[in-house]
């Protein structure tokens, strides 16, 4: 009886660990942002770094994804990044405006895909 | 009567032309807080949102919108996950709650599906979520207020997350130093709701949603970080660094599937810094 308790705490186990994992980073990044004055440029190298490696992230979700959008043909990807980004900036920079319409467009060419 | 009516309507051209630019531009203007108001030798911000307490409130405020049904959305397709796993949806919110940071929570949830080593796990998600630290480094100068307790930051460093960071990142220049940290945790306790909440909403729609729809809800994710970057191209560097990422990730994921951020990360990044740099030393 206790051991099916246990058992069932196991998957929370498992998740604190990649818990700690992931803030073990955020801890070394204060501990390091600590010694690094504002105006340093090696906080600009860092800074650098993140969104070197956001762009990278958002770009090969797109292009190259892996999981569920790979059923998806790369027309209708960039059919939908660039009727997303057109409605962003006709609506004055509306993110809101802009997200809904790229996603909306990438459901609906999954819906009925292009011949 | 005439000159008091032309004044008048002066003051009326200028502020529409502020209203239009808002409206436009969406974003504030990009002013440096350099001159200070002599009466109280304070240095102004162009953002000030009057005291901390508002400027939470005013973070609340701006995670209501689309930053709340971006992470609502990218975590329903978690809570699915979770669901088609056999996990419970405790384990699921528990997740969202501890880890905050998606990649790493699917990671960890598809090698727990595959029966992976707590060693396997622990490396896998520490790989996955290493961003962290470089966002982490570069935020907090921008939040902290010296002399304050450093159990502080590490506290708020737990809610640092892309969304919350990137936002942060456009913001906080502009409000006085004290309304920053309210302003970020606002807004990131904010979209962590908006996530608990889509994870609730996955777990219980898993099977449920058809496929065209959970495919476009998957795509919100990258659709917003793009226009996010797209409407804030006020820093060079910034530029530069996401040019030579957008050019380095899909490159290096065709080399390497698990290494693929990290070098984008780094070997991008370095190169944009060096580029900046060589620019600003010719004074461009």
Known sequence: ?115 | MAPPRRHRIDIGGQERQGWRRVIRRGLPPPVKPTHSDPKTSAQCYPVDHGSPYRAALAGMREACGAPALVLGASYLGFGSLVRETGLSLGVGLFSTISTWALPGQIALVELYALGASVVAIFIAVALTNARMMPMTITLMPLLRVPGRPHWRNYLAAHLVAVTGWAVAMIRCPDMPPAQRMPFFVGFAGTILGAALAGTVAGFLLSGVVPVAVSLGLVFVNPMYFMLLFLGDLRHRGRVLALVCGAVAGPLFHLVTPTWDLLLTGVIGGVLAFAIDRQLRRRHV
Do not use: E, H
């Not at chain 1, 058992?7 to 070394?28: H, M, S």
């Open chain 1, 1 to 115: 009886m206790s051991d099916t308790g246990w058992a069932a705490l196991w998957p929370y186990g498992v998740v604190l660990v990649g818990a700690a994992a992931t803030y073990i980073w955020r801890a070394l990044g204060v501990a390091l942002s600590g010694r690094i004055r504002a105006d340093s440029p090696v906080l600009d190298l860092f800074g650098c770094i993140a969104y070197a490696l956001l762009a990278g992230l958002v770009v090969r979700m797109i292009v190259l994804p892996v999981g569920p959008l790979q059923a998806t043909g790369m027309g209708s990807r960039l059919a939908a990044v660039a009727l997303g980004i057109a409605a962003f900036f006709i609506f004055r920079r509306n993110l809101l405006v802009g997200v809904a319409t790229g996603a909306v467009t990438l459901a609906a060419l999954a819906f009925w895909p292009p011949p």
